[in-house]
């Protein structure tokens, strides 16, 4: 059903995308926090802020030229707004299976923004975490995925401007 083929190959993948959907493929095996609304990482902070945190916004830049993906997650805390940008260097999966719809992910820094002041700027590189996701379906205005942790999303493109 998908009507573009090897989507990782093509230039409908770059842009921006808005989440508007997201939930764990399988809630009995993937982490608890990775399909949540939030994300993995606010979804863990929120419990902690007794309910003063709420995601207003949440973005993926992709530039599969150049390799790199943005996930930004925008939030208010206690009338304040604020954004988590985690940024992350791409490559194509070369992989017979997965060849044309993997993205291979290496997450670099993640930046915390107050107010659209830099707060910090938090160097990944002594963890490398790393991921993938499959875009299993694309085409001018909607993405459908699935993420290493087991996470399916929704997506449609965008012409917001992020403020980083």
Not at 30 to 55: C, H, M, N, W
Not at 93 to 107: I, M
Request: proline content about 5%; glycine content about 8%; aromatic content about 8%.
């Amino acid at each position: 059903m998908n009507p573009t083929e090897n989507p990782v190959n093509s230039h409908l993948l770059s842009g921006t995308w808005a989440l508007l959907y997201t939930a764990p493929l399988n809630e009995e095996i993937v982490d608890r926090y990775a399909g949540t609304e939030e994300g993995p990482f606010l979804s863990r902070i929120k419990p902690l802020a007794f309910g003063t945190i709420k995601q207003t916004r949440s973005l993926q830049i992709i530039d599969s030229i150049n390799g790199s993906v943005k996930n930004i997650a925008d939030f208010s805390f206690l009338g304040i707004n604020g954004s988590l940008c985690i940024n992350a260097a791409a490559v194509k999966s070369l992989e017979p299976d997965t060849q044309g719809v993997r993205l291979l992910v290496t997450f670099e820094s993640f930046v915390l923004t107050i107010n659209r002041i830099r707060v910090a700027t938090i160097s990944l590189a002594f963890i490398k975490p790393k991921g993938w996701v499959d875009t299993t379906y694309l085409d001018d205005d909607m993405r459908v995925g699935r993420g290493d942790k087991g996470s399916i999303f929704v997506a449609v493109r965008t012409k917001m401007v992020p403020s980083l």
